[in-house]
C-alpha cells in the first residue's frame, strides 16, 4: 500500500455524564479499567494492526494525565491541542498532524477501548480503496420510536445503523469538511457528519457490540467484563 494511515483519538473532554455520577477527579478516559487507563485501552486497540503508522492523542491545553496514561507506547504521542468541541480537536489534531492530504486517518472515540483487532482490520479493509472512507456502525435491532413523553410515531429501522469509531477518512477531505461544517455553523458529533455534509456519502461497515461507548458509570463495570 502506497499510502500511510495515521489515528486521531480526540481526548479533551472530560465525560461529565460518568465522572458526574462517581463524584471521580479525572476525566472518564482517564479512569481505570482491568488494570490500566481506559485512553490506554482504546490506544492499544489502535496499535494492533500494523499499517498504522502512529496514533495522536489530542488532550486539553492543562491535561496533566495523558503523559502517564500513555508512557512506554509505541508509535504514540499526545499533544495539547484539545478544542472546545469534538469537531474543534480533531481539526485541530488533523492540522497539528502535518499529515499530506491523501494521508488516511482513523479517528476512534477515547471512551470505545472494546474494540477488537479483527473488527479495525476489516474497517480499514473495507476503506482503503474507497473515494470517501466509512465507519463502524451497527444496525438499529429494536423498535425505534419518536416523541418526547409520548409516542408520537414508531420509525422504520430497516435503514438504519448506530455510528461507532472508528471512522476513516483522508485527511485533506475531512479536514475541509470540518471547515466548512464550523463555517455554516452545524453541530457535528462525528466525523461522518461532516462528510455527510459535503455532500459525501461514507460506506456504512459492520461493527461488533462490544465496541460500544463507555458512556455512564454501569458502563465501567459492563466494559471490564469484556476486557
Known amino acids: 500500500m502506497s499510502a500511510s494511515l495515521i489515528a486521531i483519538v480526540p481526548a479533551a473532554g472530560v465525560g461529565s455524564r460518568a465522572v458526574g455520577a462517581h463524584g471521580a477527579a479525572i476525566p472518564k478516559q482517564y479512569r481505570p479499567l482491568a488494570g490500566m487507563a481506559m485512553l490506554r485501552h482504546s490506544v492499544l486497540a489502535l496499535l494492533s494492526d500494523p499499517r498504522v503508522a502512529q496514533v495522536r492523542v489530542a488532550v486539553s491545553p492543562d491535561d496533566g494525565w495523558a503523559e502517564s496514561a500513555l508512557s512506554g507506547l ?88 448506530l455510528a461507532q469509531t472508528p471512522q476513516m477518512f483522508r485527511v485533506g477531505m475531512l479536514g475541509r469538511a470540518l471547515r466548512e461544517a464550523a463555517g455554516r455553523g452545524l453541530d457535528v458529533t462525528d466525523e461522518a457528519s461532516a462528510i455527510e455534509a459535503a455532500g459525501h456519502a461514507p460506506l456504512l461497515v459492520p461493527g461488533v457490540m462490544r465496541n460500544f461507548k463507555v458512556t455512564w458509570p454501569e458502563d465501567f463495570e459492563l466494559m471490564e467484563k469484556w476486557l
Open 74 to 161: 509505541p508509535r504514540t504521542v499526545w499533544r495539547r491541542c484539545g478544542g472546545a468541541t469534538r469537531a474543534q480537536t480533531v481539526a485541530n489534531a488533523l492540522a497539528d498532524s502535518g499529515a499530506a492530504e491523501e494521508t488516511w486517518v482513523l479517528v476512534h472515540d477515547a471512551a470505545r477501548p472494546g474494540l477488537p483487532a479483527e473488527t479495525l482490520r476489516r474497517l480499514i479493509d473495507a476503506c482503503w480503496d474507497d473515494p470517501v472512507g466509512g465507519l463502524l456502525a451497527l444496525p438499529v435491532r429494536d423498535t425505534v420510536k419518536g416523541g418526547a413523553q409520548r409516542v408520537a410515531r414508531t420509525v422504520d429501522r430497516q435503514a438504519l445503523w
